[in-house]
């Protein structure tokens, strides 16, 4: 924050109306004179108060690591794109592309259960040639979901298609409603402008697959082949059998294909299960954040001795990455926004990739003046909007790589404590009184009021950046890079 001289505040109150003059972030400490100048139309009595915060936040437990300094939000913003975890250095500053407001990096947000829906599948693998999308390009596909037709009645369902050399390549096909494909048929794309000609001897005998669906495509469900799904070991995956199709059927997973049927063994690893495939509600859950990445991780149907897929599995990855970040403002800077002036397709520049955001959550950020049981006394962040009972908020653990709990606000006073400076005072009218020495510290704020609204409050101080409140962010990681990108420091 840039030192500020001369008039910080001027306002006249409405009569007997308590008001915020003046308030420093954080990061400053004000030091001055009070001017208060009664007009000419009658007397009044006044008062000036010092408020130590702006908000006593009432937790519902005792036991949230939160500390004199500690940063506290509710503002997530979703991602365009992931931001790997390590360039996600807490307290990195994001300007938006505009130049115009910029905004800091708490820390990313712990991602949800991922959920893959399952079906099993009775598919066809029916070898093309003469594969062509209508529009010279090099590699041809048939879209995942889409539906494809013979100009004869019979239509299905794309669930894969894997590409080969001189316009050829194999597509996967369920729910073929209307008859049967034929050699010689050329199936055509729905959604693509994708065709391709079944070959003599292209049609293979039907097989039932594991499908799967990750809701990132609504309700397209894909038979990997081509591109396998990447799982990283933070996080807990599940996978919905609540499908009928999948009666009867037991998922698991194993580091050989077909697992228990093939002579290998089944992954139990963070394994929880509940329901019986097919019914409502069944699902099998593996977290993975004490698992150690592996490159095939193949699905199977241990009820089936047969189902032996080595074509089709999930991967692992330990290089983190996170769409959803939480963000925060300690000060005002030159004239900068904050980030409450942040919307959605706003855009920033940081190591060399560009990130829009999607989506914005919440709008209550805070530094944290104070913490005892279940009492935490807070100096709300410029543009920060007030908190309410109900609010949520991650805790600060000091060791690297703590688990964080979520602290849920229970009640809230936003009638900080009162310092007097003056009290009662009667003012004459057309009198001017000076109110020396005034120091207001970092959180801290000027209330002001006059009974009959009869005065007007001039604050002619100096301000300045102090470091009275050390800010120690949450650390994820002892790995993360130090070096600034571009867009960030």
Known sequence: MATNTGVLANSKPAANTETTIFKNDVKSSTTGTLVASCDGTGSDTYEVSLRPYDQDLTLNAATYKLHRGDVITNVKWTLSASLPLEDAIPG????????????????????????????????IAFTLENVDDGASSAEPDYANGETVTNGAGV??????????????????????????FAEGNVLTGGSSTTVGTISTGGIATAVGKLVFNDGAGGSVYQYYLQEQPQLLTDRTYKF??????????????????????NGGAEWTEGKTTSGTAGSGGAYVQYDLSASEPVSNWYP?????????????????????????????????????????????TNQFLYRNATYTI????????????????????????????????????????????????TATISSVSNDSDADLYVQADAIAT????????????????????????????????????????????????????????????
């Open 92 to 123: 990195t500053k994001f300007t938006s592309t505009d130049g115009e407001k910029c905004a800091y990096l708490l820390d990313v947000v712990d991602p949800a259960v991922t959920t893959y829906l399952t079906k099993f599948k009775s598919l």
């Open 240 to 261: 919905d059998v609540s499908d009928n199709s999948m009666t009867g059927k037991v998922l698991q997973f194993s580091t050989t294909a077909g697992g228990t049927n």
């Open 155 to 180: 239509s299905g369902v794309v669930y894969e298609f894997v590409p080969g050399e001189n316009d050829a390549g194999v597509v996967w096909v369920g729910d073929i409603t209307g008859g049967t």
């Open 300 to 344: 199977h149907d241990q009820a089936d001795a047969t189902y032996q897929d080595s074509d089709s599995f999930f991967t692992m990855s330990n290089q983190f990455v996170y769409n959803e970040i939480w963000v925060y403002s300690q000060e005002e800077e030159s004239g900068l926004g904050v980030v409450s002036d942040w919307i959605t």
């Open 430 to 489: 057309n009198v001017s009184e000076h109110n020396k020495g005034i120091i207001i510290g970092p959180g801290q704020s000027i209330k002001v009021k006059a009974t009959n609204g009869k005065v007007t409050f001039i604050l002619d101080a100096f301000q300045d950046t102090v470091a009275e409140y050390s800010t120690t962010l949450y650390q994820r990681s002892d790995a993360y890079q130090t070096d600034g990108g571009e867009g960030g420091d």
């Open 358 to 405: 999607n989506t914005i959550a919440g709008d209550s950020y805070s530094t944290v003046l104070s913490h005892s049981g279940t009492s935490t006394k807070v100096a709300n962040g410029p543009g920060s909007a007030l908190w309410v009972g109900s609010d949520t908020f991650i805790e600060s653990p000091r060791q690297v790589s703590a688990t964080k709990n």
